[in-house]
């Protein structure tokens, strides 16, 4: 008879046997792995035990705190114990009382932002002692005094000429962090800086301050200047010139132009005045009946035309053909 595989497609092992000071000394010996540190992966994997053979050991044993390690030491699965867990929260809380960022703290420390998240919740925050009034410790680790300090150091700079992005560049501050300290301590706000009574402006050109007086002060034109203007382009345009060539020769614009043939009910164009010469066939109005008409007859003449054509080529092919049986 064939032997039986299991479902893997492989022969099935005989379970190894095993006395019981065998089994004692391996449960012993996966205990003192788990209460050194290591998890229990590592500790089965070093014994050479399953973990459903160890589940066995356990529930034949009775004993399921064997298989835990002690409280004292447990390890978590960032390889910390709870009391190593806590001591590093207490630390990062204390640097952070001292005036040191979160983020600093952290890197300090060596914890991940999201690690210490979620040892605050699981633990709670550590109690830290506030620091006294009399260190004055605040954001950045700065005291009052030297926060004053450091705004007398920016008024200066600004008498002296500088602007308050140079001199808050200058002080190392943030103008975000300079505005909040001026607020918070009711600092009075730079002057500033004094202007310079040697300097003069330099004077324009009169021939700049002229063109600008005389463009400000440019005159409208009365309602005879213009319409002498615009027969004097009509005159131009029956000249024989163009449009662009007549108004660039009067000095006019051509949406001034047209803004005075609305305006003063001139036609621009002189073209419109004369009428346009229409073709008159037989003394007849062309109607549009004849025209769709003549249409049709000239779509219809053309198709005659291509039928030719064709025919004209079947012809041609039909020789081309013959001279070739005549030659053979």
């Known amino acids: 008879m064939p032997r039986k595989r299991n479902v893997a497609g492989t022969s099935k092992i005989k379970p190894v046997f095993r006395s019981k000071e065998i089994i004692a000394s391996l449960m012993q010996q996966i205990a003192t792995a788990r209460n050194s540190g290591s998890t229990l992966t590592k500790a089965l994997e070093q014994a050479n035990v399953p973990y459903n053979t160890y589940s066995k050991w356990l529930k034949k044993s009775g004993d399921v705190a064997a298989g835990n390690p002690v409280k004292t030491s447990r390890i978590l699965r960032s390889g910390k114990t709870e009391s190593e867990i806590r001591t590093l929260l207490k630390d990062v809380a204390?640097?952070?009382?001292?005036?040191?960022?979160?983020?600093?703290?952290?890197?300090?420390?060596?914890?991940?932002?999201?690690?210490?998240?979620?040892?605050?919740?699981?633990?709670?925050?550590?109690?830290?002692?506030?620091?006294?009034?009399?260190?004055?410790?605040?954001?950045?680790?700065?005291?009052?005094?030297?926060?004053?300090?450091?705004?007398?150091?920016?008024?200066?700079?600004?008498?002296?000429?500088?602007?308050i992005a140079q001199a808050t560049k200058q002080a190392g501050v943030l103008r975000t962090t300079y505005n909040y300290w001026v607020k918070k301590y009711n600092a009075p706000a730079p002057a500033a800086p004094a202007k310079k009574t040697g300097a003069k402006k330099k004077a324009k050109p009169a021939s700049v301050a002229t063109v600008k007086k005389s463009a400000s002060k440019r005159k409208r034109k009365s309602p005879d200047e213009v319409r002498g203007i615009l027969d004097e382009i009509a005159a131009l345009r029956k000249a024989g010139k163009t449009k662009d060539q007549a108004l660039a020769q009067?000095?006019?614009?051509?949406?001034?132009?047209?803004?005075?043939?609305?305006?003063?009910?001139?036609?621009?164009?002189?073209?419109?005045?004369?009428?346009?010469?229409?073709?008159?066939?037989?003394?007849?109005?062309?109607?549009?009946?004849?025209?769709?008409?003549?249409?049709?007859?000239?779509?219809?003449?053309?198709?005659?035309?291509?039928?030719?054509?064709?025919?004209?080529?079947?012809?041609?092919?039909?020789?081309?053909?013959?001279?070739?049986?005549?030659?053979?």
């Open 94 to 163: 204390v640097l952070r009382a001292g005036g040191m960022t979160r983020t600093k703290a952290l890197q300090q420390m060596g914890v991940l932002s999201t690690t210490h998240e979620y040892w605050t919740r699981k633990y709670g925050k550590p109690v830290v002692a506030a620091p006294t009034k009399e260190s004055g410790t605040r954001r950045r680790g700065m005291s009052e005094d030297e926060v004053r300090k450091l705004l007398s150091d920016i008024a200066a700079a600004r008498s002296s000429g500088a602007s």
């Open 250 to 328: 009067v000095g006019v614009n051509p949406f001034t132009y047209k803004y005075w043939g609305k305006k003063y009910g001139v036609t621009p164009d002189p073209k419109a005045l004369t009428p346009k010469k229409t073709v008159v066939l037989a003394g007849k109005k062309p109607s549009l009946v004849g025209m769709l008409q003549e249409m049709i007859g000239n779509r219809e003449k053309r198709q005659e035309l291509e039928q030719a054509e064709k025919q004209i080529k079947e012809l041609d092919a039909r020789y081309e053909l013959l001279r070739k049986q005549l030659d053979s």
